[in-house]
């Protein structure tokens, strides 16, 4: 059912060969889907809310008008009242840890003095307005409004407007053709995890956080690398036996037969090759000592260390936001923090005798770039000498 290789059956392209064939292909935004997407946002931008509601009728089959935009406070009192004591606690419980580790993210202003007295610094001032989307469609996922808001909120966010919309290919493409004007996080893909896993893992355990990921949906990637054959063979005869228990069976069997694998590699150096090549978005290091092969994992989106932190944790209760890179975007970007809803402002305050012991190198710069008015700015007020100017 799940794909099962060996580096050793590829030779010396062992590695090379194994990242090909289980490298995700970019996703082809049709012409179609593109001029869509673009006709969508065109109606937005010139007619507003107007637009929202008709296409809201065209595409969800739901009649609103614009006083139904905002949810009313009786209908969020009602569903308040809706929780029951369970999901109240682990919800109210989830909130604090997410709250609790995203302030320690909180970025500072600071100011530093040099040697000629002016004053250099950086101010942080968080995003005046956020809108953050929890994916509607297949499931729905609470978890997403607090790994989102709740950052946003610490950063000190004063305005947070929340929609539900399907996180599909269409709104991936509506992100990016706002990009610019707007900023946005990142353009999400399908769910991903890699398993690394020594012989002490176990195998039903190794199962279960890869079915954990495929139930999410069909495109979902769940991969384990290992160098202990024994329990490669043990995690792929373990799945079926577990997906008959889940109720989205369907939906994890298609991810595990389309786009799972399970890997024996020669060792573990290898196999952290290779997830360092997947940059998958979640990486667990289900080994004897994960913090020993920790320097050694450069691209992931969120790291999960030892057999008893199972990558649940991270999409529900343990604090960092559950919104991480997808698609080896691990390269180069990071999960949702708080430093996603600040700015920074650099400061800068020369004195009169700063600027006077810039005047030299700030004439040559200037004149190896053929600026002549960047030198005069600066020569006129140092010529000066008006003591005491701002």
């Not at 003095?113 to 929890?134: A, F, I, K, M, N």
Request: charged share 20%; hydrophobic share 50%; net charge negative.
């Amino acid at each position: 059912m799940i794909r099962q290789l060996a580096t050793a059956d590829f030779g010396e392209r062992g590695v090379d060969a194994v990242v090909q064939a289980l490298a995700r292909p970019a996703a082809a935004a049709t012409r179609e889907a593109l001029g869509r997407v673009a006709d969508i946002v065109d109606e937005v931008r010139r007619h507003g809310d107007v637009a929202l509601l008709e296409l809201t009728k065209r595409f969800d089959g739901v009649a609103l008008s614009a006083d139904q935009l905002r949810v009313p406070e009786a209908e969020w009192a009602e569903a308040e009242a809706a929780v029951g004591g369970a999901l109240r606690a682990a919800l109210i419980e989830a909130a604090r840890r997410i709250e609790s580790f995203h302030r320690h993210q909180l970025p500072r202003s600071w100011w530093v003095r040099d040697e000629h007295g002016s004053l250099l610094g950086q101010q942080v001032t968080p995003l005046d307005r956020v809108g953050c989307y929890v994916p509607g469609g297949t499931a729905a996922y609470p978890s997403t409004v607090l790994m989102t808001l709740l950052p946003a909120r610490v950063a000190g966010v004063r305005e947070l407007v929340v929609v539900s919309p399907p996180g599909n290919i269409y709104v991936a493409l509506a992100k990016r053709l706002v990009f610019g004007e707007v900023g946005i996080d990142t353009i999400a893909g399908p769910s991903e995890v890699v398993v690394i896993a020594d012989a002490g893992a176990a195998a039903a355990h190794v199962a279960a956080d890869l079915l954990a990921q495929a139930e999410h949906d069909v495109l979902a990637r769940p991969v384990c690398l290992t160098d202990a054959p024994g329990l490669a063979a043990e995690v792929a005869a373990e799945i079926p036996r577990q997906l008959t228990r889940l109720p989205r069976a369907a939906i994890a069997a298609a991810a595990v037969r389309d786009h799972g694998a399970v890997v024996v590699t020669k060792d573990l150096a290898e196999a952290v090759e290779i997830a360092n090549r997947l940059a998958p978005e979640h990486l667990e290091l289900a080994v004897a000592d994960p913090f020993a092969w920790l320097p050694a994992v450069r691209h992931a989106g969120a790291i999960f260390l030892g057999r008893h932190t199972p990558e649940v944790v991270g999409d529900y209760l343990a604090g960092p936001s559950h919104v991480l890179p997808t698609g080896a975007t691990a390269r180069f970007a990071s999960g949702l923090s708080v430093e996603d809803f600040v700015k920074r402002s650099s400061l800068i305050h020369y004195s009169p005798a700063g600027l006077a012991a810039a005047w030299p190198h700030l004439a040559a710069l200037a004149a190896a770039e053929g600026l002549l008015g960047h030198a005069e700015a600066a020569r006129r007020r140092v010529e000066a000498r008006v003591e005491g100017a701002e």
